[in-house]
């Protein structure tokens, strides 16, 4: 659940045919408690009219910089003053350029050279536009102002072109903005002039994520709790530090994080095969997934019917240990497990690190207040093959995201101190 309560987000809405997309954004602002002050070019109000956000965001809609609805306020200074968050949606090649370049010739414009607030920019347009060399090097621009991309999605565009440039889905701006208010987000992104941590860029990461599913019949499967949070937080949070991320996920309820290679899976088979496919181009390998132990010895063609019988049994077969392979094909890959538990933690630990040749386990009791499957926070401790445990308080799963790959980035980066004679 997002919350956005009394958050004055500014929205920029650019001309292009995912205008209609941030009316959705909008609604669903407004919805987490966000105010929404949205700002059109002329351009986009040939595409959604302005009354649709006036009844979306129950605040005025600015289009024109001369135009003052409050006697002595300069509005596209109050606009732009008010502001929490600027976020643009869609960003179009041309307020890109004008925002690279302090350009400041309409509302939108002018409002974003006079704000102080950090600026979330999200693009959308043809394939052909948004690879253009201009259109890389203003992007690139902006994001030395501080600003933050929150990356277009591929498939087929309005123009017909098949490729990257589509706006990334409502749901998907509400999670970054959502990531921005959260704790510590504002050192991940801390206004104008701030440049983001880029300290996991050049490095590949592979991460599992999320519950697998092993078929009993057509309609049935043996499944588990995981919600995939922790994952997917992971995911976001090596994404955002410039980490080139491979995402295998299982079945969630989850939105797909924009910006990373993301590959569904089901069993325990098909996330070991993925996991192999891609293991060689790893730097690190984070198992975060909840894995079926066991999975059925049968699996049956047609819908199993109920009996007379009281009682069914099932025969259960062990299923492929993904964690185990990977550490013993492990060759210079930084590998994490994960261990969930609900006693001796510590020995269970330690134990699953050196059976399956880890180099660090990540392990939480989840029997604990706020350390479960499903809820938004987790309480872990991280053990190292060479290093005391490190504990940590309860605190949100993407916080606890960022702590563990600022512990990974010391391990892999440390020197040995050369021997001496």
Not at 178 to 184: A, G, V
Not at 277 to 298: F, G, M, T
Request: net charge neutral; hydrophobic share 40%; proline share 5%.
């Amino acid at each position: 659940m997002h919350n956005l309560q009394g958050k004055q987000i500014v929205l920029g809405v650019s001309g292009g045919i995912a205008a209609y997309k941030a009316a959705a954004l909008t609604s669903k602002l407004t919805q987490a408690g966000a105010d929404v002050h949205v700002v059109m070019t002329g351009n986009a109000t040939k595409f959604v009219q302005p009354l649709t956000f006036e009844a979306l965001s129950h605040q005025p809609v600015y289009t024109d910089t001369f135009t003052e609805p409050v006697p002595g306020k300069i509005s596209h200074i109050d606009v732009a003053d008010k502001a929490d968050l600027v976020v643009l949606a869609p960003a179009t090649a041309n307020i890109i350029g004008k925002f690279a370049n302090g350009i400041a010739d309409d509302m939108l414009s002018t409002m974003l050279l006079a704000t102080k607030a950090p600026v979330m920019v999200a693009p959308a347009m043809n394939v052909n536009m948004y690879h253009h060399p201009a259109v890389q090097q203003n992007m690139e621009r902006i994001r030395s102002y501080g600003a933050m991309l929150v990356e277009p999605g591929e498939g087929m565009l309005a123009c017909g072109w098949i490729g990257k440039g589509r706006l990334a889905e409502p749901e998907e701006i509400l999670a970054a903005i959502s990531r921005f208010f959260e704790p510590n987000g504002h050192d991940r992104f801390a206004g104008p002039q701030a440049t983001k941590n880029q300290d996991w860029s050049g490095k590949k990461i592979l991460i599992t994520a999320g519950p697998t599913r092993e078929k009993i019949d057509p309609i049935r499967y043996i499944s588990n709790f995981s919600s995939g949070k922790m994952g997917y937080a992971i995911a976001e949070a090596a994404r955002d530090r410039g980490a080139d991320v491979i995402l295998i996920s299982g079945p969630t309820a989850l939105t797909k994080p924009s910006g990373v290679t993301f590959i569904p899976i089901e069993s325990v088979q098909e996330m070991l095969d993925a996991s192999l496919l891609n293991y060689d181009l790893a730097d690190v390998v984070i198992k975060s997934a909840a894995v079926s132990d066991y999975r059925p010895e049968k699996v049956f063609a047609h819908k199993m019917k109920k009996t007379n019988k009281d009682d069914w049994h099932l025969s259960l077969v062990k299923s492929p240990d993904i964690l185990q392979t990977l550490g013993e094909r492990k060759q210079n890959q930084f590998v994490v497990g994960f261990a969930a538990e609900t006693q001796d933690v510590e020995k269970h630990a330690i134990d699953k690190m050196n059976r399956k040749n880890t180099d660090m386990i990540v392990a939480n009791d989840v029997s604990q207040d706020g350390a479960g499957m499903g809820v938004d926070t987790n309480i872990v401790t991280i053990y190292r093959k060479n290093g005391a445990p490190i504990p940590f308080e309860k605190m949100s799963k993407r916080e606890v995201a960022d702590k563990l790959l600022d512990v990974i980035l010391q391990e892999i980066t440390s020197v040995t101190p050369a021997k001496q004679e």
